[in-house]
């Protein structure tokens, strides 16, 4: 007889097998999320393709350090191993590391940040400050090695000599930068005497510029009771602090002309600038009327005027007759709707229903007649017959016929069972009546 395992020792068997498999002990695996509901701590949800499904589990501190939030439907690759669990007997993959298909995580987390910001109105134009525009003292949050902070003293120095340049040396790349953007924003803001301040960085991948893409970043700039000019990256980088910011600037040399008033010369340049292009338009529109107006003096509706009408004249002939036609329709639907309610009208006339009613009195009045009629006709014949069957029964009439009635003490007798012998029995004839004495009685069945 063969040893049959319990449903458990399978269970633990297969488990074994799961655990010392190398090749389930990291796994490589791309699927669409399904199933997700964000939990307080740990994630459970399903990972699925076109034909199969597995379940995926993410414990709570790997969860966290994902840098972006899972979404119903969204595509990740997925590094875990692949797991069963005994008490129901399925497998699941342990998720240790995950990132969106296609795209970076960095720009999903972006994305996702900025929709969450946006919702609560950090980035409404109604909180942005205006920039003052005679600056006495400027802010500079940035690194003190870079190209940004010479640029930013040279565009000020050109544009608006004296004005003080106050730098807060900050780094704003790599783990810690976020933190010290934000500190250093929140300590200009302790001063009283600055009148904007100007926060940015040179170019470099999303990763470089990051820092400028944290959430405590935005919420110190938006916090902010100094106007803040943002100008991180080139001008095709976008971050969440240029969103968040009072204005910004493609270039540091851009910022500093933001943050410093327009001078005589430039003033004097931009005039002459919006001169010419002014003057190039207006050459330009005179020259496209011009040919224009060429261009329709050749035309055919100039030389030939009727033509402009002629389409207008034959529509107009067009829409009389339709309307002719549709007058037409209109009378003979409305003198047959007045016959319908003549009509209608006649029949509802009280001496309609009069006239009515009186034939319907005069037919119920033949039918009486022709029913009483032939209800006498019956009665008198019923009457006949009944008459007929009583003559029949008439003892008078029977004896007449010639039968003889025998009576025994005034009872007539029915039957030879009645009769003994010397009764005195009287016959009843036509024509008198005989007293007779039984001598005998015979009996038979006629």
Known sequence: MPDYLSVSTLTRYLKMKFDRDPYLERVYLTGQVSNFRKRPNHQYFSLKDEKAVIQATIWSGVYKKLGFELEEGMKVNVIGRVQLYEPSGSYSIVIEKAEPDGIGALAVQFEQLKKKLGEEGLFQDKFKQALPQFPKKIGVVTSPSGAVIRDIITTVSRRFPGVDILLYPTKVQGEGAAAEVAANIRRANEREDLDVLIIGRGGGSIEDLWAFNEEIVVRAIFESRIPIISSVGHETDTTLADFVADRRAATPTAAAELATPVTKLDLLGHLSQQQNRLSNAAANRLAYQRERLRKLAASVIFRQPERLYDGYLQKLDQLNLRLKQKIREYYSEEVQQVKILCHRLDSLSPLRQVQRYQEQVRQ???????????????????????????????????????????????????????????????????????????????????
């Open 364 to 446: 119920q009045e033949r039918l009486l007649r022709s029913n009483m009629a032939v209800i006498y006709d019956h009665k008198v014949a019923e009457v006949k017959r009944l008459s007929d069957a009583l003559l029949m029964l008439d003892t008078s009439r029977i004896v007449a016929r010639g039968y003889a009635i025998i009576q025994k003490n005034e009872t007539v007798i029915e039957s030879s069972q009645d009769i003994k012998k010397k009764d005195q029995l009287t016959i009843l004839m036509r024509d008198g009546q005989v007293q007779v004495e039984v001598k005998d009685v015979k009996r038979q069945e006629i």
